[in-house]
């Protein structure tokens, strides 16, 4: 679906953001591109709907080269979720910009009206479709963005540390909508340095340093390399820490899923001792509790 051959990218004014950033991303991916601040995310997430175009390098989606040439082929495929909802949003009502999209596509009336129901229902602001813009609230604008991308049907979405600023709730909404539209075939590439979210969700991450990849690959192989992790700037999972405490531990759990059936492994084999009885206990419950909001990848 992304196919990124040593892509770099200076901004007017000398800062060099990207150094020669190579990577894929196959059709159906949910890939989490993590760093410090500064290290480059959005300025790669830019690079995946032709919103900057490359400076040296090649950046491919889906079989077509991203230039100005393309960026209108470009963005029917890539659906661009910005950080901020109040740099996507516009129009005066939720449903004019919902439709804005689709209208501008010039699609007949009844396709547009089709696209506006099932991305409000998708997003959950059906009951919205009225309000104005300036009367949602933050998490709201930020359902509606989404939205507004979804009603382009795109096959792949970008997004842009999406669950900043919201509230828990609306992050585990927000992560379940990811989760279910990546289910059904949708490409999503996020940027965060949610480490604790990410494990739970992503199947693949990429990790930026200095506007270069340090590491990218499956969670287990991110996540194994806990120097590197701490070199850029970033923590293994809370729940990896907690481990500490079994050394015969070589492989440390990244969820709470995870710890439970690792546990539960060894405790089988009679390799744990007492104490790890009774946190495999403990952490049932929370497995369950945790399995039912996400820890689904
Ligand atoms: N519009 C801009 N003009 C100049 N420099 C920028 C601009 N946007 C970002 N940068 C710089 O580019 C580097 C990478 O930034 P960015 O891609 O925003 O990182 P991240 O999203 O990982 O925090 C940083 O050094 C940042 O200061
Ligand atoms: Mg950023």
Request: aromatic share 4%.
């Given at each position: 679906?992304?196919?990124?051959?040593?892509?770099?990218?200076?901004?007017?004014?000398?800062?060099?953001?990207?150094?020669?950033?190579?990577?894929?991303?196959?059709?159906?991916?949910?890939?989490?591109?993590?760093?410090?601040?500064g290290?480059?995310k959005?300025?790669?997430l830019?690079?995946?709907?032709?919103?900057?175009?490359?400076?040296?390098?090649?950046?491919?989606?889906?079989?077509?080269?991203?230039?100005?040439?393309?960026?209108?082929?470009?963005?029917?495929?890539?659906?661009?979720?910005?950080?901020?909802?109040?740099?996507?949003?516009?129009?005066?009502?939720?449903?004019?910009?919902?439709?804005?999209?689709?209208?501008?596509?010039?699609?007949?009336e009844?396709e547009?009206?089709?696209?506006?129901?099932?991305?409000?229902?998708?997003?959950?602001i059906?009951?919205?479709?009225?309000?104005?813009?300036?009367?949602?609230?933050?998490?709201?604008?930020?359902?509606?963005?989404?939205?507004?991308?979804?009603?382009?049907?795109?096959?792949?979405?970008?997004?842009?540390?999406?669950?900043?600023?919201?509230?828990?709730?609306?992050?585990k909404?927000?992560?379940?909508?990811?989760?279910?539209?990546?289910?059904?075939?949708?490409?999503?590439?996020?940027?965060?340095h949610?480490?604790?979210?990410?494990?739970?969700y992503?199947?693949?991450?990429?990790?930026?340093r200095?506007?270069?990849v340090?590491?990218?690959?499956?969670?287990?192989?991110?996540?194994?390399?806990?120097?590197?992790?701490?070199r850029?700037?970033?923590?293994?999972?809370?729940?990896?820490?907690?481990?500490?405490m079994?050394?015969?531990?070589?492989e440390?759990?990244?969820?709470?899923?995870?710890?439970?059936?690792?546990?539960?492994?060894?405790?089988?084999?009679?390799?744990?001792?007492?104490?790890?009885g009774?946190l495999?206990?403990?952490?049932?419950?929370?497995?369950?509790?945790?399995?039912?909001e996400?820890?689904?990848?």
């Open positions: 679906m992304i196919r990124i051959n040593e892509l770099g990218f200076t901004y007017p004014g000398g800062t060099r953001a990207l150094d020669g950033i190579s990577l894929e991303v196959p059709e159906g991916s949910f890939m989490a591109i993590m760093g410090a601040n290290s480059g959005s300025t790669l830019k690079h995946l709907n032709g919103l900057l175009i490359a400076g040296t390098g090649k950046v491919t989606v889906a079989g077509m080269e991203v230039s100005r040439k393309s960026f209108d082929d470009v963005n029917r495929v890539a659906g661009f979720v910005f950080q901020d909802p109040n740099d996507q949003i516009f129009a005066p009502t939720v449903r004019d910009d919902i439709c804005y999209g689709p209208r501008n596509l010039g699609l007949p009844a547009v009206s089709r696209r506006l129901e099932l991305a409000a229902a998708q997003v959950a059906t009951d919205l479709l009225d309000r104005p813009i300036h009367h949602l609230s933050y998490g709201q604008k930020k359902r509606l963005s989404i939205a507004g991308v979804l009603a382009m049907e795109p096959r792949m979405l970008v997004l842009d540390e999406p669950t900043a600023s919201l509230d828990p709730m609306g992050e909404r927000l992560m379940r909508l990811l989760h279910e539209l990546n289910r059904g075939g949708m490409t999503v590439v996020m940027a965060t949610d480490v604790d979210l990410v494990p739970l992503a199947r693949q991450v990429c990790l930026l200095a506007g270069r340090a590491v990218a690959g499956g969670l287990r192989e991110v996540f194994s390399d806990q120097e590197l992790i701490e850029c700037h970033l923590r293994l999972p809370r729940i990896a820490y907690l481990f500490d079994f050394p015969e531990l070589t440390l759990p990244l969820t709470v899923g995870m710890a439970r059936r690792k546990l539960e492994e060894l405790l089988e084999r009679g390799e744990l001792g007492p104490a790890a009774l495999a206990s403990g952490l049932g419950p929370a497995a369950g509790l945790l399995e039912r996400g820890d689904l990848a």
